[in-house]
């Protein structure tokens, strides 16, 4: 099992940044893929960006050249995922949540996967 605590979200005025941290503890995977998705009211959710095990990343359009996501693996751990927001909008204000999931060797980590651990999210808010 793999927890997941988000941590970082709160209040901006358009055009501000926030980091957002999500803390991944227990069972250690050799490889796996980290993302973050978010979900606006009356929204359905959607993928933000993506990070593998060897620091690929990739990210939905609507926040490339904006949003930032990397990982700090300390050493015997799954380590600490963030997401640093700049130039935000208020479409960016959302309940923005940390995802994991073990991969194979074979496998793309991509937005479109299955992830198979959530953490219970945090508020981002964009006043314009």
């Known amino acids: 099992q793999v927890q997941l605590v988000e941590s970082g979200g709160g209040s901006v005025q358009a055009g501000g940044s926030l980091r957002l941290s999500c803390a991944a503890s227990?069972?250690?995977?050799?490889?796996?893929?980290m993302a973050w998705f978010r979900q606006a009211p009356g929204k359905e959710r959607e993928g933000v960006a993506v990070?593998?095990?060897?620091?690929?990343?990739?990210?939905?359009d609507p926040v490339k050249g904006r949003f930032t996501i990397s990982k700090d693996n300390a050493k015997n751990t799954l380590g600490t995922l963030y997401l640093f927001m700049n130039s935000l909008k208020p479409e960016d204000t959302a309940i923005y949540y940390c995802a994991a999931t073990p991969t194979t060797w074979s496998m793309t980590c991509s937005l479109s996967l299955s992830f198979d651990y959530w953490g219970q999210g945090t508020q981002v808010t964009v006043s314009s």
């Open positions: 227990g069972y250690i995977y050799r490889r796996y893929c």
């Open positions: 990070i593998d095990s060897d620091g690929t990343t990739y990210y939905a």
